[in-house]
């Protein structure tokens, strides 16, 4: 399986200075083989407002239902109205289907919670791992091929305390037998054991599990 990352520039010849003024964060430490480019910045996290609004968007479901599996999905990164999001929460590809995120504002990771990138395993056994690195040039995109069915939750490096956590559903996997769907880690802080209990409820609704 292999990840590539690949940079693509807007259609409009302004778009760099687009994407600067639009960088939402600081740089943080890259853990997987992807490129990584940072984009300093003096812009605060301004804390529970941001929260709040990026753990709205999954509450309110705006993104959702999530369908069948599908060959190819499509994933936005984005900076908004001070919030930090992927959109949608969950997409749903068959085994061997492919994820592509793409950058629409800010900088952000798409990363697996994976032993590999020294995090809990919130994926399948023998899953392999992704990690992006820090994608900061609006219009760049990661994608990831999964081969293994099963629930895969991610996160964004530098946002995962604000709530910018996802769900990838791959194949028509048994919720009951799924790592990614047990009790969020004890070790995570409060926000992201939340984001993950929604996830998890958004996930194993589309599983037909409605518990």
């Known amino acids: 399986m292999t990840d590539s990352l690949t940079r693509r520039r807007m259609l409009q010849a302004t778009a760099g200075v687009a994407a600067v003024g639009l960088a939402g964060c600081t740089g943080a430490q890259n853990d997987g083989g992807g490129s990584t480019t940072e984009t300093p910045t003096d812009e605060s996290e301004s804390g529970h407002s941001d929260e709040e609004s990026g753990?709205?968007?999954?509450?309110?479901?705006?993104?959702?239902?999530?369908?069948?599996?599908?060959?190819?999905?499509?994933?936005a990164m984005i900076t908004e109205d001070g919030?930090?999001?992927f959109e949608p929460h969950v997409v749903r590809v068959n085994v061997g289907g492919t994820v592509t995120w793409t950058n629409e504002s800010g900088s952000h990771s798409t990363t697996a919670y994976h032993p590999d990138n020294d995090q809990p395993q919130l994926a399948p056994d023998g899953a392999t791992a992704w990690d992006s690195g820090i994608v900061s040039e609006q219009g760049a995109t990661f994608e990831h091929t999964f081969e293994t069915e099963g629930v895969y939750h991610y996160y964004c490096t530098p946002h995962e305390t604000l709530g910018m956590i996802g769900s990838v559903i791959v194949g028509e996997p048994d919720p009951h037998e799924q790592v990614?769907?047990?009790?969020?880690?004890?070790?995570?802080?409060?926000?992201?054991?939340?984001?993950?209990?929604?996830?998890?409820?958004?996930?194993?609704?589309?599983?037909?599990?409605?518990?």
Do not use: C, I, Q
């Open 83 to 85: 919030g930090y999001h």
């Open 180 to 211: 990614a769907l047990e009790e969020p880690p004890a070790d995570k802080p409060e926000k992201v054991r939340e984001k993950l209990a929604e996830l998890n409820e958004m996930v194993s609704t589309a599983l037909g599990d409605d518990h």
């Open 55 to 75: 753990h709205d968007d999954g509450e309110d479901g705006h993104d959702e239902a999530v369908g069948a599996p599908s060959d190819t999905a499509e994933v």
